[in-house]
């Protein structure tokens, strides 16, 4: 029986099972548990940001919504979409996984979305490098109304943190040769 890895949502414990494989892990059970490990805490470190920084979960979020969003995928990679300026949002995405398929990170001075962000579904850009993410697993928006400038620092300073945590999470996956 696994520790770890039952304690991940059913619907999501295949999409753990893959980025086992796609790290070129195979299908070791010790491999996968190290890895679900890692995504637990990634989980719990996601959970404790949006909460110590006044923030609110939400099940989807509107395209028209001017606002800025942070997201976490599946994956355990990070997305932070700017507040929408003069018809454009800044995206920030971190993968801070073990994934060899996608890149480490991307910032895309100017894209949109195109569409609403759903929980348990990609998030698709209209324009830019990245087209979409893989499914989306927490939602998080600023409760405070703030500027958008104000809103991109705050938004900036959470992802930093959150990106340094999750290396710091992964650094729980050391595989020796």
Partial sequence: MSEFFDQIPAHIQEHVREL???AALGDDEEYLE???EAW???KR???EQIESNQMEEIESFEQGDDRSVLALTYSGSLINIGPKVEGDRQ???TSVG??????DAVTEPSTDLAGDITLDQPVNFSHGRVKSTSAIFKIAVLAEEMEPEEQL????EVTQILVDEFVDANKTIIFDD
């Fill in 20 to 22: 086992t494989k796609s």
């Fill in 34 to 36: 190290l890895i679900s």
């Fill in 40 to 42: 637990l805490e990634k």
């Fill in 45 to 47: 470190i996601f959970e």
């Fill in 91 to 93: 995206l920030e995405y």
């Fill in 98 to 103: 073990l994934r060899a398929d996608v890149p």
């Fill in 153 to 156: 620092v705050k938004m900036g």
